[in-house]
């Protein structure tokens, strides 16, 4: 039993329009939805591409920081195991000719871990000039004995501006035991 219908001429044309248009229809939003996909796996393929060059770089910080860790693991390894920053810093305000204007000295040892403690000595000089300062900075920082100057504060004497009362922590790391 076939159902036969009657449709005029224009009728039929109608209906092969709307049929052609539906599907044009269905395969636009098809192509368009591959199209979107497509444009979304460029977008992400970017978006990685990015994240592995970030990666990248902190790969080489990382990779720089461990070098510079192991490095200053061995400069604590090869530090003399009698060191004492305090009778350093002494002998060298003493080569410095700034002994005398030392006002106190306190040392203090915090740990860090395990494996390290932190060797603080805080120094209060008094009527020291800046050229002496600094010299006194630079020749402990450049000793060779991981030595730095953790804080530093600095005023200046109101009867003499040429010269300073100055707060430093000079610190080092050691191992334990």
Known sequence: MALKINLSQRDQRL????????LLLVVY????????????????IEKKTEEVGNLSQLREEYM???????????????MEKGFSMLSFIEDLAKKQ???ENIGSVKPKDLP???DYDEDIVEL???NVSLPDLVDFIYKIENSGHLLKVKRLRVKTR????????????????????
């Open 112 to 114: 860090l871990n395990d």
């Open 29 to 44: 939003l098809t192509v368009e939805s591959v199209v979107k996909g497509y444009d979304d796996l460029a977008k992400d």
């Open 64 to 78: 720089e920081a461990h070098k510079q860790l192991e490095e200053i693991k061995t400069k604590l390894d090869r």
């Open 124 to 126: 209060k000089l008094d």
């Open 97 to 99: 000719n700034i002994r």
């Open 158 to 177: 109101f009867d003499n501006r040429d010269l300073l009362n100055v707060t430093m922590q000079v610190t080092t790391y050691k191992r334990k035991g």
């Open 15 to 22: 209906l092969i329009g709307l049929g052609a248009f539906l």
